[in-house]
């Protein structure tokens, strides 16, 4: 599967923005996605999940209550909303995506066998 993720952008903190994780090649609802992020000098830390079949969706405490995680399947795409951003969301976002990632692992990178290339989301004090 080929994942394209995109609606990065610059906000001021407060804001919102919306990105998209599109995948080609595979039906995406069979897959569950992961979104990470990896601000420059730190390490990729998961953000949030979506699981497949289910749709059940796991956040990172820094984020709960201000990120929420969508499946469109007929888009074969899914959305992360974020909303109350801070100037600490600021860092490169990822989508990961595979088929055999489940509950606790859809925390961890390396379980994911796909990933898109990521897209830049710039929060301003």
């Known amino acids: 599967v080929q994942l394209q993720a995109c609606g990065g952008g610059s906000v001021q903190a407060g804001g919102s923005l919306r990105l998209s994780c599109a995948a080609s090649g595979r039906t995406f609802s069979s897959y569950t996605v992961g979104w990470f992020r990896q601000a420059p000098g730190k390490e990729r830390e998961f953000v949030g999940a979506?699981?497949?079949?289910?749709?059940?969706?796991s956040y990172a405490d820094s984020v709960k209550g201000r990120f929420t995680i969508s499946r469109d399947n007929a888009k074969n795409t899914v959305y992360l909303q974020m909303s109350s951003l801070k100037p600490e969301d600021t860092a490169v976002y990822y989508c990961?995506?595979?088929?055999?990632?489940?509950?606790?692992?859809?925390?961890?990178?390396?379980?994911?066998?796909?990933w898109g290339q990521g897209t830049q989301v710039t929060v301003s004090s």
């Open positions: 979506i699981m497949r079949t289910t749709d059940t969706t």
């Open positions: 990961q995506a595979d088929q055999f990632v489940f509950g606790g692992a859809s925390r961890r990178a390396s379980a994911y066998n796909y």
